[in-house]
């Protein structure tokens, strides 16, 4: 068994679309990114990446690429869940833990949940996910920015 630690922050915007864990989510500004900026989804790839040693999103899908400019980051997990069981690797859990001030998780956490067990192939069981806030402190806390936290446990 292997642990892998994944962390990203992304500044909110407007103009974008937010998109959390695959699943874009109506509020007033989205998060600044070269892909769509899905915190949740960049964090849970760096650490399952970690966890292989295979680097992090960046070694993989570099910001100095405008070719994957914009691209999903669904597509970015689909493919670390490739490389995962290429490797010879199967996922034995996942969790998250957002921090943002704004907007609230709670009401999409089942569906993102789902979102992510369901490109990883995995069961929703699988997958933990909860949102925190800073309590208004700190960038988040002034709703510049979201977050994210996230540990995996794979087996080989």
Do not use: W
């Not at 989804?41 to 910001?63: K, N, R, T, V, Y």
């Amino acid at each position: 068994m292997k642990i892998g630690i994944g962390y990203d922050v992304h500044r909110l915007v407007e103009g974008r679309k937010l998109f959390l864990g695959g699943v874009e989510i109506p509020f007033n500004k989205g998060l600044l990114g070269h892909s769509d900026g899905d915190v949740l989804i960049h964090a849970i790839c760096d650490a399952l990446l970690g966890a292989i040693s295979e680097g992090d999103i960046g070694l993989h899908f570099p910001d100095s690429d405008q070719g994957i400019k914009d691209i999903k980051s669904g597509n970015i997990l689909s493919f670390v869940g490739k490389l995962l069981k290429d490797k010879g690797f199967k996922i034995g859990n996942i969790d998250a833990v957002v921090v943002a001030e704004a907007p609230k998780i709670l009401p999409y956490r089942k569906i993102m949940i789902e979102t992510i067990s369901n490109i990883l192939q995995i069961d929703p069981a699988q997958v933990g996910l909860k949102g925190k806030t800073t309590e208004g402190l700190g960038f988040a806390g002034r709703k510049e920015g979201i977050a994210v936290y996230a540990v995996a446990l794979v087996e080989k």
